[in-house]
């Protein structure tokens, strides 16, 4: 054995170890870990810190951009001109009450008799950490850059062009003027659209800066932020003092951790442990698998979201008037509600959901299934039978997989062959709002709760500044009717329009309603306080 | 009595059939006297059984929705369960066994054609074509398989059918490779130097010499590809993107199961899985021992 | 030789610019709107129009093509629309995640095959090599996804001895301070115990989901390699000249039969990552498998194509390292030269 040969096991391991060490050095070196992902030391089962599990992230925490219930998260940073009122709720909590907005950055406002101009006086004594004032400058600035972009529209509150100049006269006064009166703009000033921004320092950063970043002078400041990950919030001293000297709700816990987790068999972990104080976004059944858990209490808050079924008016067969309405007949809507929603939900039929002002039950009553029915009128309708339908629906959307299910093996009987087409989330959207879909299913409703607003995008044949409506459907007699609706300042007109525009909407069947979402909050035993929005307020949550 | 040319065949057919008989037994014995084997060929057996005629002879349906019977755990009514819309999961197993077993069938055949097909043609030109095929290929073959078949599927819409072309194209690299060191090795040998020199051209050289000699490679090497083209394909209907609903398709199935793994129901994903089990590993000893057969040292001929 | 080298490293270049025009050309050319997500339901067309040009998407696919390419050489990776983050924070922030998942489970197969191997091989007892071979059927043919669901039924749910499917920590743990993003090391290194307790059992089940087929692999190599070379005369050689059955088979057999094993650590590699992706969803492992996932779904671009680049690149560079460690342990690839 004059050869001297490295065994060549040890040269593998050798190699072996040192590829294993050279990455991990490489990413020593290559990733110095920024400071924001640098948690801090404290155990989150400090006494101050809340831990608040959700299931989706926000795609962006800029008031400008903002579309999604879970975008709103980033209002906790930012005062706004008006706040939503609460009012008691289930298990001692307390929930949104979009008919009493409060002022909260304003001081008093007052109104014009032919209600089109707004002047606000503002309190004072409120900085941004730049040391900039929050005053009516900071106000003009961080409105006009909002209807730049999304925001535009929901500071209009869905009526595009309706804000016709904002003015700030002194530094204590705000004048905004609209082109016509609208009863609910209130709710339109309180939406984190509306949110007040440190503009100088905004304009120093890039343009997409403020995705994930803050300025701003409310109840909170954003500590880290690992998006899709992870947020955490620290109650903002400065806000905390000024909101007390004005008599103001203040932020009750001095530390807020929001994780976003999409998995929810996680979630479900962790709100069965108590890991998390608050848990929103579970499914509904996991939640109802937490009914008979001590640890936990359910909290069920109605909502103005809808699961509902697109019936495009422009593609067949839902042209026909007589086919919509048999096909709302075919539909078992208590046993959806029972086994796929688990109860959370409440069953109507009619244009506005439940919790809106001009709602009225009796004129709501929900579709009963009744399969001869629909046989019926889907025989008498003159649309020939078998016809086929592609029913497109999200992908990763059990809720909907199960009801697009359902259906397809029911409506078969009809002469109605369902072809569920699952689509990726860029495709979904995309296909819905460039109106390619001949049906789908949405989970849907309007971030202001407010009944024009939400007419005025899923109703009105023209969504102003928008395009055709989603439904396609269009009845231009209760067009007309809700144009006057919106105008009017007289609460009994008003009533009286919407109750004609529900019974216009009912006789065109114009798509399927499921049932209206009722919002299910999982808290854990130890959290004292807490108020469900549709637009998440954290001031109130605490342990 | 002329024992003319009627006796003549039936002496040829008794022959034939005789033959035929002493390699059945010969199989049959190989099988027999393998435990492993055995046991493979029972359950795979078993499988084609389930998926060919199980639901002609089992009553349920697999898409019929039954919200009144959702998560029944197995009973002698539902062998397998019901799945949280009611849905008799046995069924749906056994269609599902018809779609995996059919699609890994699909799968290896076209890839075996389209990549063989690239890897001879790549292997008899040589050159510079030779270069820009393989070069195509291990382009391919840098992907990580899934993801490339996640591509093709959200690119041109998810459904079973891009899946199953995006799982082809990712075995189509394999293939070619494959055939085309197979034609270069058999390219070399005695026997085609001869021809070349007796002036057979090379298209002939390729079918009448070459193409042979590949098939028992690619029957051998087809096994594992079946396995990892059924096992693709359910990664896929696991991630979302290959069979839509309602299909019964066995890794849409475990998603399911893992929907529900916390809140019970653990029939729902278990079962579909032992299939994908069974499937894939009874078809790879089979392939395994089928090795045997083709064995120049004649381990199978001693049966 | 360095002929040799040269023409891989073409070969290797053009597979990988190959792979990314391939997935550019699918992602960019397939329907759908990531810009419509982006902005949603109630945007004018004036403002999708502005996150379209903001995005690229409406210039010519040839400056596409090129920005893609230029930007990932200069370290611009992008800016992903879905999470809000430029590519390279998201991508420093999941790859240490899957490198521990994938490195454990490498090194976990690799160390329990080299031990199950032996024990098929050694005393030649027919069952324990009948049993061996059929457990690496077994692992071949179990799909990764399932093997986890089983897992977290059997080990979470019924028996609670692991933790269930919540990422890498225990919800009320913080990180280890980052040094290299592995959340073990960093934790020794802290001198943290209880993160350290807490990470490895977390890394339990999904090592053992995803490395099972990787383990079954290896053990269906050494075994073959072993029993051939135990059947090579030399070693019988080495027998008769007094050297026992174990120093014989620790000393000589197993060293040749770790050669061929490096030529398929390649292939173990690329099936880990595509594994991954599988694995990390059902444990909701924050890894870069996930991620992929969810931005081919949302037509995230800058995120699939940044992760295509990576992969091909790590996979030309593991084959690369492969063949020329190849060619430095085996004297007899040095010796011989491959007929250009």
Redesign the interface.
């Known amino acids: 054995m004059t050869v001297r040969r490295r065994s060549s096991r040890q040269v593998v391991s050798a190699a072996v170890l040192l590829a294993a060490g050279a990455t991990a050095a490489v990413f020593a070196f290559a990733t110095n870990g920024s400071a924001a992902r640098r948690g801090s030391a404290v155990s989150n089962a400090t006494s101050g810190t809340l831990v608040v599990n959700i299931n989706t992230g926000p795609a962006t925490i800029d008031p400008r951009d903002m579309t999604s219930f879970f975008d709103t998260l980033g209002l906790n940073f930012y005062v706004r001109l008006m706040a939503y009122g609460t009012k008691r709720g289930p298990v001692g909590t307390r929930q949104v009450d979009a008919q009493h907005m409060t002022p909260y950055l304003a001081r008093s406002f007052r109104v014009d008799k032919a209600r089109k101009v707004y002047t606000f006086k503002l309190r004072t004594g409120l900085r941004f950490p730049s040391g900039v004032p929050v005053d009516a400058r900071a106000v003009k600035c961080s409105l006009e850059r909002s209807m730049t972009g999304i925001g535009s529209y929901f500071l209009q509150d869905g009526i595009p062009g309706n804000l016709t100049s904002i003015t700030a006269p002194n530094r204590t006064t705000v004048v905004l003027k609209l082109k016509q009166p609208d009863p609910s703009i209130l709710q339109g000033w309180a939406q984190p659209a509306a949110s007040i921004i440190d503009c100088a320092a905004e304009k120093k950063q890039a343009k997409t800066w403020l995705a994930t970043h803050e300025v701003g002078a409310g109840p909170f400041r954003l500590v880290s932020y690992q998006p899709n990950r992870q947020m955490v919030l620290a109650a903002r001293p400065s806000f905390t003092a000024w909101a007390r000297r004005n008599g103001l709700p203040t932020a009750r816990a001095s530390r807020i951790v929001v994780n976003f987790i999409n998995s929810?068999?996680t979630l479900?972990?962790q709100a069965r442990r108590g890991a998390a104080n608050v848990t929103i976004g579970l499914s509904k059944?996991?939640v109802a698998?937490l009914r008979s858990n001590n640890n936990v209490k359910i909290g069920t808050y109605p909502t103005t979201i809808q699961e509902q079924m697109l019936l495009p008016w422009d593609k067949a067969p839902w042209k026909n008037k007589r086919f919509r309405e048999g096909i709302t007949y075919a539909v078992?809507y208590q046993?959806?509600l029972s086994?796929?929603a688990y109860g959370y939900g409440k069953l109507y039929f009619g244009p506005l959901p439940p919790l809106m002002q001009f709602y009225n039950a009796k004129l709501s009553k929900p579709r009963p299934f009744n399969l001869n029915r629909a046989r019926q009128l889907i025989q008498s309708s003159g649309v020939s039978t078998p016809v086929n339908v592609t029913l497109t629906?999200d992908?990763?959307n059990?809720v909907h997989?199960?009801i697009?299910?359902?259906l397809?093996?029911?409506w078969k009987t009809l002469g109605v062959n369902l072809n569920?087409?699952?689509?990726?989330p860029a495709?979904y959207t995309g296909a819905m709002f460039g109106f390619k879909v001949q049906s789908a299913i949405r989970y849907d409703g309007p971030g202001v709760i407010d009944a024009g607003y939400y007419l005025g995008y899923d109703m009105r044949t023209n969504v102003v500044g928008i395009g055709k409506n989603i439904n396609l459907m269009s009845i231009p007699a209760a067009d007309r009717l809700l144009d006057r609706a919106r105008r009017s300042l007289n609460p009994k007109t008003r009533q009286s329009l919407y109750n004609r525009i529900t019974t216009m909407w009912r006789a065109n069947s114009p798509k399927i309603v499921f049932y209206n979402d009722v919002a299910t909050v999982v808290l854990s035993r130890a959290t004292r306080s807490f108020t469900y929005y549709h637009e998440p307020d954290m001031r109130s949550w605490s342990k | 009595m002329e024992a003319g040319p009627i006796a003549a065949t039936q002496v040829q057919r008794t022959r034939v059939l005789a033959d035929w008989a002493r390699a059945t037994v010969r199989a049959a014995r190989f099988v027999l006297h393998d435990?492993?084997l055995l046991t493979a060929t029972v359950v795979l057996g078993l499988l084609l059984f389930l998926a060919i005629v199980g639901n002609v002879l089992w009553h349920e349906d697999p898409?019929?929705?039954d919200?009144n019977q959702?998560l029944q755990p197995p009973s002698a009514e539902h062998p397998m369960g019901t799945d949280?819309?009611g849905r008799d999961v046995f069924a749906r197993f056994n269609e599902g066994a018809q779609i995996s077993l059919t699609i890994g069938a699909i799968v290896v055949v076209l890839g075996a054609l389209i990549g063989g097909a690239v890897g001879v043609i790549a292997g008899a030109l040589g050159g510079w074509a030779d270069n820009a095929f393989m070069?195509?290929m291990?382009?391919?073959?840098?992907?990580?398989?899934?993801?490339?078949a996640?591509?093709?599927t959200?690119?041109?819409?998810?459904g079973l059918k891009t899946a199953t072309i995006g799982v082809i194209l990712t075995t189509i690299p394999y293939y070619a490779r494959l055939c085309r060191s197979d034609v270069l090795r058999v390219r070399s040998l005695s026997f085609v130097e001869a021809a070349t020199a007796l002036g057979a051209r090379r298209g002939w050289i390729m079918l009448r010499h070459i193409v042979p000699h590949l098939t028992s490679t690619l029957l051998i090497q087809s096994a594992a590809v079946f396995?990892y083209a059924v096992?693709a394909i359910?990664?896929l209907g696991?991630?979302?993107?290959g069979a839509?609903?309602?299909t019964p398709e066995w890794?849409t199935m475990?998603t399911e199961?893992?929907?529900n793994?916390?809140?019970?129901g653990?029939w729902i994903?278990?079962f579909?899985?032992i299939g994908?089990?069974?499937?894939?590993?009874a078809t790879?000893?089979i392939a395994?021992r089928a090795r045997d057969i083709f064995d120049p040292r004649g381990a199978y001929l001693r049966f | 030789m360095t002929r040799v080298v040269l023409n891989r490293l073409v070969?290797a270049a053009?597979?990988?610019?190959?792979?990314s025009?391939?997935?550019f050309l699918?992602?960019r050319?397939?329907?759908?709107d990531p810009a419509r997500l982006v902005v949603g339901p109630l945007a004018t067309p004036a403002q999708l129009k502005a996150v379209r040009e903001q995005m690229g998407v409406d210039e010519p696919l040839w400056t596409q093509y090129w920005k893609y390419i230029s930007g990932f050489f200069t370290g611009d990776w992008g800016y992903s629309f879905g999470s809000g983050q430029d590519v390279t924070t998201l991508m420093q922030d999941r790859i240490p995640a899957s490198l521990e998942l994938g490195l454990y489970a490498f090194l976990g197969a690799f160390v329990f095959a080299v031990v199950f191997a032996l024990v098929a091989t050694y005393r030649r007892r027919p069952v324990v090599d009948?049993s061996v071979?059929?457990l690496t059927?077994?692992g071949?043919?179990?799909?990764p996804?399932?093997?986890g669901?089983?897992l977290?039924?059997v080990f979470s749910?019924e028996l609670g001895w692991l933790p269930?499917?919540e990422g890498r920590l225990s919800p009320d743990l913080e990180p280890p301070p980052h040094h290299t993003g592995l959340y073990t090391v960093d934790a020794l290194v802290a001198g943290q115990w209880a993160t350290f307790w807490d990470a490895g059992k977390h890394l339990i089940l999904p090592v053992f989901a995803l490395g099972f087929a990787a383990f079954a692999y290896f053990v269906r190599l050494l075994r073959a390699n072993l029993l051939d070379i135990s059947r090579e005369p030399f070693l019988v050689v080495v027998r008769s000249k007094g050297l026992s059955r174990w120093a014989s088979f620790q000393r000589h057999a197993l060293p040749n039969a770790f050669l061929p094993t490096l030529t398929a650590a390649g292939l173990i590699f690329?099936?880990l990552?595509?594994g991954s992706?599988?694995v990390e969803?059902?444990f909701n492992w924050p890894g870069v498998g996930q991620l992929?996932?969810d931005s081919?779904?949302r037509?995230d671009f800058a995120v699939?194509e940044t992760?295509?680049l990576l992969?091909?690149f790590a996979?030309?560079i593991v084959n690369t390292v492969v063949d020329v460690l190849y060619g430095v342990v085996d004297p007899r690839v040095r010796a011989w030269s491959p007929p250009v």
């Open positions: 929810d068999s479900l972990l059944r996991s698998s078992p046993q959806i086994r796929i629906i992908e990763g059990t997989s199960q697009a299910t359902l397809q093996s029911l569920v087409q699952t689509l990726a495709d | 435990p492993a898409n019929a929705v919200l959702t949280s819309i070069r195509t291990d382009s391919l073959l840098a992907f990580p398989p899934l993801i490339l996640m591509a093709v959200v690119g041109f819409g998810v396995g096992l359910a990664a696991f991630v979302g993107l839509q609903i309602p890794g475990i199961g893992l929907d793994v916390l809140t019970g653990w994903g278990v579909p899985g994908l089990l069974l499937a894939v590993t790879s000893i395994d | 070969g053009v597979a990988v610019f190959g792979a025009l391939i997935a699918i992602l050319l397939g329907p759908g009948g071979r059929t059927f077994l071949l043919g179990t799909p996804f399932w093997l669901l089983l977290l039924l749910v269930g499917p690329a099936q990552i595509a992706v599988l969803k059902v992929v996932v081919i779904l037509k699939v992760f295509i992969s091909a996979y030309v």
